[in-house]
């Protein structure tokens, strides 16, 4: 797991904020405009939550967002798919709403 990320992620939750791709890209020394970088931040984010999700604790990734719509990328929701948060019948937005919610309370100081 990526360590920096990771702490990253957790300082962001504690905040009750959200970070985007961008922004947390350079503490892999990733590029979001390189498909490769973008393909292993998504990566990194998968293997968080899911070590996260194994933890009993919600999708941490919840937290990284797109700079435009605010939301998170398709990686995530196809994640919380595979590991039964997410339902099939659940909409995008409603579900992240609730997780992003359930992060932030989660890691409340």
Same mark, same amino acid.
């Given at each position: 797991m990526h360590e920096q990320i990771y702490a990253r992620l957790q300082v962001v939750a504690r905040a009750q904020r959200t970070i985007t791709y961008s922004e947390i890209a350079p503490l892999a020394g990733l590029d979001m405009e390189r498909q490769e970088d973008r393909d292993r931040i998504a990566a990194i984010l998968d293997e968080i939550s899911r070590h996260e999700h194994a933890e009993g604790r919600p999708l941490l990734s919840a937290v990284v967002v797109h700079k435009g719509d605010g939301t998170p990328g398709d990686g995530f929701f196809k994640m919380a798919r595979s590991v039964e948060v997410m339902q099939a019948s659940d909409d995008r937005v409603t579900f992240f709403a &609730?997780?992003?919610? &359930?992060?932030?309370d989660a890691w409340r100081q």
């Amino acid at each position: 797991m990526h360590e920096q990320i990771y702490a990253r992620l957790q300082v962001v939750a504690r905040a009750q904020r959200t970070i985007t791709y961008s922004e947390i890209a350079p503490l892999a020394g990733l590029d979001m405009e390189r498909q490769e970088d973008r393909d292993r931040i998504a990566a990194i984010l998968d293997e968080i939550s899911r070590h996260e999700h194994a933890e009993g604790r919600p999708l941490l990734s919840a937290v990284v967002v797109h700079k435009g719509d605010g939301t998170p990328g398709d990686g995530f929701f196809k994640m919380a798919r595979s590991v039964e948060v997410m339902q099939a019948s659940d909409d995008r937005v409603t579900f992240f709403a &609730r997780e992003l919610g &359930r992060v932030h309370d989660a890691w409340r100081q």
